[in-house]
């Protein structure tokens, strides 16, 4: 591998951004676009195996094209494509500018007080037209932050709420909740107005992937959400989709669509997968796979808890002391890679990171810098 020469704050990391957003900052923004090159980046969750090099190569030749072309204003064929590889009806689905996009119109139109477990992902708080109309549901620390599912229904019930949402896997637990478990509950939450199901990283939970979404017609209040950046391992063409049975639910999200959300690059990539569906599974199990090395490996190390996961990424709590903001900062200047410091995640203490899988080769070298400054 090319040397690489370490960054340091003289070198220009820009540290505060870090304190600017709920999120994490993106690379590029805390040390340059060049730089951002020489770091392995566990912190923003995308399949490394997709799209494959021939899918880039292809994109990369549209590109001139693509960029001086307008995205189609109808969204119907990129529908088709991508109901094509979901096995689902084109008319179900909605496709988002990330899945960013639909949360904030789901949460702006459909929501008025929604139940939410805590920690999770925090556009589903922040983008509320009150925060206060999220009710947070904070399972207990001690136990792994493991959302029982009837305990969770059951307080849900208690305090008459409408709407509720689970994600699963979780982020940032990873915890997974088996389809039938999923299923029972959802029968049980059949007095909800509306049940959220954040399936953004199912795909990497098991073969078969242990999805609602074939299931998801006999349930006229679920609302299934995915994000295509993890699964499909292409967060910067900004790419979501929602499914329901329920077109009613659906119309009301449709008529605030922008036309044009996706762009022509994005519009293009959806038209790829129906030929690359095959290489698409292959990597999803590949992946799989290494998660699972990936979680031994770091079990192997004494300074940390290992949460086990259903999802391409493994949450970690750190027993040697160090906070997580410590650990992050160090194996950035010392080792080029960046990791996801938990903190800000409400619900949260200071010593919880979540790393995710790069393959093989890079997570092994995660493992050993994780070894090198905590053992
Ligand atoms: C559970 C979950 N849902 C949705 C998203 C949104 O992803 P995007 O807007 O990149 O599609 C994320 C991003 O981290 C997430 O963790």
Redesign the pocket.
């Given at each position: 591998m090319a040397r690489v020469t370490p960054i340091s704050s003289a070198a220009g990391l820009k540290r505060h951004l870090f304190y600017q957003t709920s999120?994490s900052p993106a690379l590029a923004d805390l040390v340059g676009y060049e730089k951002a090159k020489e770091i392995i980046d566990f912190c923003?969750?995308a399949n490394p195996y997709f799209p494959t090099p021939e899918m880039l190569q292809d994109l990369q030749k549209n590109l001139p094209s693509l960029i001086k072309s307008y995205p189609s204003s109808s969204p119907i064929l990129s529908q088709q494509n991508l109901a094509a590889v979901l096995h689902v009806n084109p008319q179900n689905l909605i496709i988002?500018?990330?899945?960013?996009?639909?949360?904030v119109l789901i949460n702006m139109i459909l929501i008025d007080r929604i139940a939410v477990p805590i920690p999770?992902?925090g556009?589903?708080i922040e983008k509320l037209r009150d925060q206060s109309d999220a009710v947070l549901y904070a399972p207990d620390p001690a136990g792994r932050y493991e959302l029982r599912l009837m305990d969770y229904l059951d307080w849900v019930h208690e305090r008459k709420l409408k709407a509720v949402l689970v994600?699963n896997p979780?982020?940032?637990t990873g915890q997974f909740i088996s389809l039938e478990e999923m299923m029972d509950f959802i029968d049980r939450a059949g007095d909800m107005e509306l049940v959220i199901v954040?399936e953004?990283?199912i795909d990497f939970a098991g073969d078969p992937v242990p999805s609602l979404l074939p299931l998801a017609d006999r349930f006229s209040n679920l609302l299934i959400?995915?994000?295509?950046?993890?699964h499909c391992g292409v967060?910067g063409l900004?790419?979501?989709y929602c499914y329901s049975g329920n077109l009613y639910l659906l119309n009301r999200l449709r008529g605030l669509i922008p036309t044009w959300n996706l762009n022509t690059l994005a519009q293009y990539f959806l038209s790829l997968l129906p030929a690359t569906d095959a290489a698409y599974h292959e990597g999803r199990k590949r992946l799989i796979g290494d998660v699972r090395w990936l979680q031994g490996a770091l079990q192997s190390i004494s300074g940390l808890e290992v949460y086990p996961t259903g999802a391409n990424f493994v949450m970690l709590k750190i027993k040697s002391g160090m906070t997580a903001a410590e650990l992050q900062m160090r194996l950035l200047e010392e080792h080029q890679m960046y990791v996801r410091d938990c903190s800000n995640k409400l619900g949260m203490d200071n010593l919880h990171i979540r790393v995710a899988s790069q393959g093989r080769e890079r997570d092994a070298r995660l493992v050993e810098a994780l070894r090198a400054l905590l053992q």
């Open positions: 999120h923003f969750i988002g500018n990330g899945a960013t996009e639909l949360i999770t992902f556009e589903y994600i979780g982020n940032p954040d953004s990283f959400v995915r994000s295509m950046s993890k967060p900004r790419l979501g």
